[in-house]
């Protein structure tokens, strides 16, 4: 099974830009659907974005779409999160995660999950 890892969180000023990578440990990520959600604390996980395995298909939060961007590189093994005009209220632990069932945007949809990496915007 693969083992979604997360890598590319830290601390920013408002305004500015992250991207996040994940990369599939111990299968390729290529039949896989992706997946980004975030969690603040003391709030439930949020849907960001997934993608399907093709990159053909995107869907995004309305609140965030035209600020986050989902990308994949199949030969690379790697989703990316391109994170730009960063708020604080964006502060959150982001977790990527895969699946083979349909694409979906709720968290259930999801099988593999990874250990999550954290964004700080400050303000």
């Known amino acids: 099974q693969v083992q979604p890892v997360e890598s590319g969180g830290g601390l920013v000023q408002a305004g500015g830009s992250l991207r996040l990578s994940c990369v599939a440990s111990?299968?390729?990520?290529?039949?896989?659907?992706v997946g980004w959600f975030r969690q603040a604390p003391g709030k439930e996980r949020e849907f960001v974005a997934a993608?399907?395995?093709?990159?053909?298909?995107?869907y995004y939060s309305d609140s965030l779409k035209g600020r986050f961007t989902i990308s994949r590189d199949n030969a690379k093994n790697t989703v990316y999160l391109q994170m730009n005009s960063l708020k604080p209220e964006d502060t959150a632990v982001y977790y990527c995660?895969?699946?083979?069932?349909?694409?979906?945007?709720?968290?259930?949809?999801?099988?593999?999950w990874g250990q999550g990496t954290q964004v700080t915007v400050s303000s």
């Open positions: 995660a895969a699946t083979t069932r349909l694409l979906s945007t709720g968290a259930l949809g999801f099988d593999y």
């Open positions: 111990g299968r390729t990520f290529n039949s896989y659907h």
């Open positions: 993608i399907h395995w093709s990159g053909g298909i995107t």
